[in-house]
């Protein structure tokens, strides 16, 4: 699913108030109906040997993930491999977590894929006020892989030095 469907309205801020907390998968602090990212498959999948090739990374640098996933039900099926982003940095109004990354997969019955993602640092970039700009702040950031925001399989942590 491409939004977040709650479970209530009641779970809704406010129509007239314009502030960004409680709406969309990236403020939602609440349990939804469905989950951004959410989908539905006859098969199902295992995520396996999650790994970052370096856990310390510059503001140029590429965060490379390697992964194993293997389609353990009887039918064929696509998997949709979501990245997320959060960070230690947060303050308030800022976004629980955000989707960096996604890969649509296809899978035989029975079938394993080694994975290899790269995603520039850059995309953990967060708007800033002060500066009027989109910013990557140094310190740590966790990483989840899942197939929605909130079906995550594993979590890598993630330090950004600062130069």
Excluded: C, W
Excluded at 2 to 17: G, M
Excluded at 45 to 72: A, D, R
């Amino acid at each position: 699913l491409p939004v977040t469907y709650y479970k209530s309205v009641d779970d809704l801020p406010p129509f007239r108030d314009y502030d960004m907390e409680g709406r969309t998968y990236k403020y939602f602090r609440g349990e939804p109906l469905f989950p951004f990212g959410f989908g539905l498959s006859y098969t199902t999948f295992k995520y396996k040997n999650l790994s970052l090739i370096n856990n310390e990374l510059s503001p140029e640098g590429t965060i490379q993930i390697k992964m194993e996933i293997e389609n353990t039900g009887k039918m064929d099926g696509d998997e949709v491999l979501q990245v997320y982003v959060r960070s230690e940095n947060t303050g308030k109004g800022d976004a629980n977590k955000k989707l960096i990354a996604f890969k649509r997969l296809h899978f035989e019955s029975g079938e394993s894929k080694n994975i290899d993602l790269d995603i520039p640092v850059s995309d953990l970039a967060a708007y800033d006020n002060k500066s009027g700009d989109f910013v990557t702040l140094p310190g740590n950031y966790i990483l989840e892989i899942g197939t929605s925001s909130k079906d995550i399989r594993a979590s890598l942590e993630l330090k950004l030095k600062v130069e």
